[in-house]
């Protein structure tokens, strides 16, 4: 029987941090996101929503609890590659994690970081601020009061959609996770905990399209990419499926 969503404080989370151990794990994400679908998860959507993307538009785009900022990354290079003006804000409230997405970002001007708490957005940001809004690997951190409070502020703050991007809670999930941070494998510590931990805060299908519902986001499609990984997308009129 499948048990319930279950959170556990993950050690990336504590504002205590050891910086090295954080950059370890910050890094083992952007690997896990690379190689297992997260960024080209993301990269497909925005693709086929950019193919009636005016030329002479930029798209704005909301990275919410952006961590090392690895997806923004990766949307600026394919902008640039496609010749697509792009605006990508990330977010993100952990201090010394903004400051690791710095670090990793350098300096490239489609990329803004911001510090902001993802519950309190309205208040840094007016409706509409943005075209799209991605959030990856993070409404699995929050209780489910505060998931429906995140997306019904990012599905405010665009005008044309909205990405959620995270883990499926489940038997394969479970099983993956372990053999992917088996000790041996050169996972850091903290990384193999929050893994482990994450996948017991995921989301089933059911859980996820309820979400969904009670937002009253329009147009939701969902995706399954192999044992662990899903996205939900939600699209306005006008903006491709």
């Not at 600026?76 to 670090?103: P, Y």
């Amino acid at each position: 029987m499948l048990t319930q969503r279950h959170l556990v404080p993950e050690l990336m989370d504590d504002p205590d941090v050891d910086e090295a151990e954080l950059a370890r794990s910050l890094q083992f994400i952007r690997r896990f996101n690379q190689r297992l679908g997260g960024t080209s998860a993301v990269l497909a959507h925005l693709r086929n929503w950019a193919k009636s993307w005016p030329s002479d538009k930029t798209m704005r785009i909301l990275d919410v609890g952006t961590g090392s900022a690895d997806i923004p990354l990766a949307i600026a290079s394919w902008a640039q590659r496609s010749k697509i003006n792009v605006q990508i804000t990330g977010v993100d409230v952990h201090a010394k994690t903004l400051a690791a997405a710095r670090a990793f970002v350098g300096d490239i001007p489609d990329i803004t970081l911001e510090q902001a708490d993802a519950l309190k957005l309205m208040d840094h940001y007016q409706p509409g601020s943005f075209d799209y809004a991605h959030a990856g690997l993070f409404l699995h951190h929050l209780e489910d009061v505060d998931v429906l409070t995140t997306l019904r502020i990012m599905d405010r703050l665009t005008t044309h959609g909205l990405i959620w991007n995270d883990l499926i809670r489940g038997f394969w999930a479970r099983i993956g996770v372990r053999l992917l941070t088996l000790p041996g494998t050169g996972i850091p510590a903290m990384a193999r905990h929050d893994a482990r931990v994450s996948v017991e805060a995921g989301f089933t299908r059911e859980e996820v399209m309820k979400f969904a519902t009670r937002v009253g986001l329009p147009a939701v499609a969902y995706r399954q990419y192999n044992f662990h990984r899903f996205t939900l997308t939600s699209t306005k009129p006008g903006t491709p499926k």
